[in-house]
């Protein structure tokens, strides 16, 4: 996911950056600046990582800029790719969603759990590559996406985080619980998962989930 900044980068790097990205975990919002790889593909230049922790480029041709790649190596994020277009100048913030092994710590909301083609008996085909996210029925009633669209692996695992912002008030059942579904998009195909009951605070590990079962 991508954010606008209304902030500038660091007065040091003003006049002489060509465009900034700074990484944020999409579960904590600390910002992730080392065990990762950041290219602008197309570029000549490499970014320079500034003292704040943005990943900066000096001024070069802009127009050769093909594509931003993030490759998280070990850490426990998904790839992110960013076409020119996306890019927020000067600083684009980039939120990385959390891959299917993430350690998720205490008060972390959202589910875990794994996307297959058929309800068993099996044999168990993943689903892969398909987008998961968490919608939320607030207060209101009404159905609300959380901020961070996560994706399945090769064996259909994933995770999908639910983030609220301190104005956000789900519509809470008397033992604390709140509503939720799965969203998942495959391809041009968008469907969800039935109604689940979730704790903030709390992650609903192990789930799995069908792609014939869900709804349209």
Known sequence: MTTRLEAAPEQAYVRDVLFGIELLDAV???RVSRGVNVEAVGLSGKPIVSASGFFVWRPEDLSALQKISIDPLLLPYEAVELTAAQ???PLTIVELPPRA???FGAGATGIRGALIETAPPWPRVPVTKAEVQVRWLDETGV???APTVSHTNASGDFAAVLRLSPTEVPLFDADGTFTVRLRVQRDASERRSGDLKLKL????????FSWDELQP
């Not at 605070?201 to 799995?208: E, H, M, N, V, Y």
């Open 28 to 30: 904590t919002l600390e």
């Open 87 to 89: 890019l927020e100048m």
């Open 101 to 103: 092994n993430y350690p």
């Open 143 to 145: 159905w609300r996406d």
């Open 201 to 208: 605070g709390r992650i609903a590990d192990a789930l799995t």
